[in-house]
Every structure is written in C-alpha cells, then in structure tokens.
C-alpha cells in the first residue's frame, strides 16, 4: 500500500537514530572506562579533594556568605557587589599576567613552585576579617583571595591537561569535575553551620522579605494632628492580617497617617519602626505580643521584637539598621572567621604533604593510559 512506505521509512530512520544513540552511549563509556582506570586521574581526583579547604574561599564570595555577613553586621547600604566585582575584576586583568609571567615552569613540575605557594596565599586571606571584621577588612580579603587564586588556579588547569591522556583530554576534564559531587555538599554543610551558628540572622528586626526595621515612625499630636515620616499621599491598609503602608499605590483612606496611628494607638503605643519594601511599600514591625487578633507584618519568626514600639512618655523604640542593634542580638564574627580560616588552611598543609607525588611526570598506570592510545586509533567506538 502506498500509505505503507512513509511509515517504513519513518520506522527505518527510528532505528538508525537509536542505532547512532547506542553506538554514542558505548563510546562514552568506553572513554569513560579509559579516563578511570588511569593512575593520572584518581592522581587528580586526589588534589582536588585536597583542595576543598580553599575552594570554600570561593563559595563565601558567590553564594553570598561574605554578603550575609556584611548586611547583618552593617546594613543593607553596604556595597557588596562592588565589593565582590574585585576578585571578578582581579581575575580578568591579572590572570593573563601572572600566567605569562609564570610560563617558563613547567606544568609537570608546578606544584611545589607555583601551585601550593598560591594556595597558601588564598588560604590565609580570612586572617583579615578575624583582624578587622569591617567593610574595609573585606575589601582586602576579596584581593587576598583574588592574588593567591591568579597564581594558583589557571596553572592547576595546565597542570590537569597535562598529564590527561592523549586524545582524551576532554574526558579527562570533565570526569574531573566529579569532584562537585563532594565539594558541593560539604561546602552547604559548612556554610549552614557558619549561618546558623556564627552568624544568625536577627529575623525578629527584619521583615519577611529581609528588610530591617530601621525607620522611625511618630505619632506624636504635639501640632495638632498626626506627624509621620510618610508623605500626605500616602496610604495604609490591612490585608490579609498584616498592616502594610503604601507611598504610592492602592485604595488609600481618607487620612492615612491617622489610620496608621490609630493601629498604633489602639495597642497603646505612639511611636514604632517600619521597614521599607520595594514598589514605595512599608511593613510596619508589631510582634504579635502587641496584638491578640495576629495583626503582625510577619517576619520569619512571626512576629518582631518588642523593643521596635514605644508608649507615650517612654524611651524612644530601637529602629535597628543592622542585626548588632536588634535587641537580644548576638554574633561571633572573629570565631566565624577563625573556622574559616581553619578550614582553608588545609589544604596547604595536606598538599605540602603530597607535593613531590604530585610532581612527578607519570606513574606506571598513567603510561600504560598513554601507551594504550596507539592500539585504540583503530577501534571504531573511538
């Protein structure tokens, strides 16, 4: 039948895709295999677990621990991505340069001359911030990072395709990134305790979007009617069981600072403390000890501090502008920066250790990995 033909020729050219997939899977496996049983490889896999102490560096710069820790200690203005952009910054201009300069080692023998030397300098880059904890003190830690990874990083990457097998250097690369699979989980474990031990977040002076609680609000009548920090465009609402201020947008009431007083007033209180939210949006900090019915803008806990209000005739609020003002607040940055420190320091001194091996041009494995390229030219799967 004619309709037949198109259905065979659909199911011939099905086989041949699967066919072609079959023959692509065994190849990698057999790449696979040969990248594995070389001694090059797991010689590799070694120094890069080695290397997990100072790759911690790393994590602390991009999944934001340096970040975290300069917001809760200093507040939200503080300049973190410029802050971060030294080490991006550094890599782009100095890398090239110190490679060029340090071309005349060879890769074989660049462990012990060029490798641990800039692992040594990166590592001990948190001694800064336990010395000065400061936005300063971070500036220079980011460009002790970034000097000792230009020296160190882009000649282990020579180091690695060198002593790949030939013809399978692009295996060998990326089965070396099996690495991740360690480094990835460990890293989360060590930043989860540094977080959650050393440097809390203060969830009851920020609000849920982590925005802290830094702006004063008066109720005060002394001229007559209400005086508030918020323009008389304003607007306040109650939705879904939160008071929300709004500068801009939304079904404003009739007199918006006197509604927002009045939530005030009704728990016996004239001043407060009000976190600013992106789109001209505010929370207002009540914990849920100043409402029975729940009238809280949450924060992660559920409620906020009670020092964020004021009676009439009592102290001013605390409107904190970092964690170090929230009441009950407490950080241990030196300690937090210590364990960091300990922890990249590892690998200098677990690599001095193997330095001479690690050296060595081949290892009878590696040459038989070598030896085999010639014998494998032939085979189709290659």
């Not at 041009?361 to 030219?377: I, K, L, V, Y």
Request: net charge positive; aromatic share 8%; hydrophobic share 45%.
């Amino acid at each position: 039948m004619p309709s037949g033909r198109p259905a065979a020729v659909g199911r011939l050219t099905a086989w041949r895709r699967l066919a072609a997939l079959r023959s692509s899977a065994r190849a990698a496996a057999f790449e696979a295999r040969g990248v594995l049983s070389s001694a090059a490889f797991w010689r590799v896999m070694v120094a890069e677990l080695m290397l997990l102490g100072t790759r911690l560096q790393f994590s602390i710069l991009d999944n934001g621990i340096l970040g975290m820790f300069l917001v809760r200690h200093f507040g939200e203005a503080t300049p973190i991505l410029r802050i971060h952009s030294i080490n991006l910054w550094g890599d782009a201009f100095f890398s090239p340069v110190v490679s060029a300069l340090l071309a005349h080692i060879p890769p074989l023998g660049s462990w012990r001359r060029v490798i641990i030397p800039g692992v040594l300098i990166m590592s001990i880059a948190p001694v800064w911030m336990v010395l000065s904890p400061t936005v300063g003190g971070a500036c220079v830690y980011a460009a002790h990072i970034t000097a000792g990874e230009v020296i160190w990083a882009p000649r282990k990457t020579a180091w690695v395709a060198s002593v790949a097998p030939r013809g399978r250097e692009g295996a060998f690369l990326a089965l070396s990134k099996l690495r991740n699979f360690l480094s990835d989980p460990l890293n989360d474990q060590i930043n989860g305790y540094v977080q959650t031990h050393l440097n809390p977040n203060c969830q009851t002076c920020r609000d849920g979007k982590g925005h802290f609680c830094e702006h004063p609000l008066s109720c005060t009548a002394a001229t007559g009617g209400w005086d508030t920090a918020f323009s008389a465009g304003g607007a306040v609402w109650l939705r879904g069981g939160a008071i929300e201020l709004s500068l801009a947008e939304a079904e404003p009431h009739s007199n918006a600072s006197a509604a927002l007083c009045a939530a005030l007033a009704q728990r016996g209180y004239d001043r407060g403390c009000y976190a600013a939210v992106e789109g001209g949006e505010a929370a207002l900090c009540l914990s849920h000890s100043h409402d029975a019915a729940g009238l809280a803008v949450g924060s992660a806990t559920g409620g906020f501090a009670d020092g964020l209000v004021a009676a009439p005739g009592a102290a001013a609020p605390l409107c904190p502008r970092t964690c170090q003002g929230c009441p009950g607040y407490a950080s241990r940055p030196q300690a937090m920066w210590g364990f960091v420190l300990g922890v990249a320091m590892t690998s200098p001194v677990l690599l001095s250790l193997v330095g001479r091996w690690l050296d060595r041009g081949t290892s009878d494995g590696f040459a038989r990995s070598r030896s085999r390229t010639a014998a494998e030219q032939h085979d189709p799967l290659v």
